[in-house]
């Protein structure tokens, strides 16, 4: 069974930054696209960084230039590096595979921006 576990979160002034760490058993992050997407309060939740498993990136435009995912593969683990981060980027952050699988949602981990 998948278990995907965020972590990092917390509350942060503007321009500060913060590293999202999504921690996974069950199976190998390696061989699958990887996602970091985030709802905001009255939102939908959107994809904002991704990675294949051949490691190239995306990310959507409202965090280009800010935000950096990586994945450690022996850590079994992807992170967001989140930098300038803007009180728009108030949201509960999941970790997920691309296209996401809806079963293996974790609680998220909540990013407060005080601006």
């Known amino acids: 069974q998948v278990q995907l576990v965020e972590s990092g979160g917390g509350l942060v002034q503007a321009g500060g930054s913060l590293r999202l760490s999504c921690a996974a058993s069950?199976?190998?992050?390696?061989?699958?696209?990887m996602g970091w997407y985030r709802q905001a309060p009255g939102k939908q939740r959107e994809l904002v960084a991704s990675?294949?498993?051949?490691?190239?990136?995306n990310y959507a435009n409202s965090v280009k230039g800010r935000f950096t995912i990586s994945r450690d593969n022996a850590k079994n683990t992807v992170y967001l590096q989140m930098n300038s981060l803007k009180f728009e980027d108030t949201a509960v952050y999941y970790c997920?595979?691309?296209?996401?699988?809806?079963?293996?949602w974790g609680q998220g981990t909540l990013v407060t921006v005080s601006s």
């Open positions: 990675m294949a498993s051949g490691g190239s990136t």
């Open positions: 069950g199976r190998s992050l390696s061989t699958n696209a």
């Open positions: 997920n595979f691309v296209p996401a699988w809806l079963g293996v």
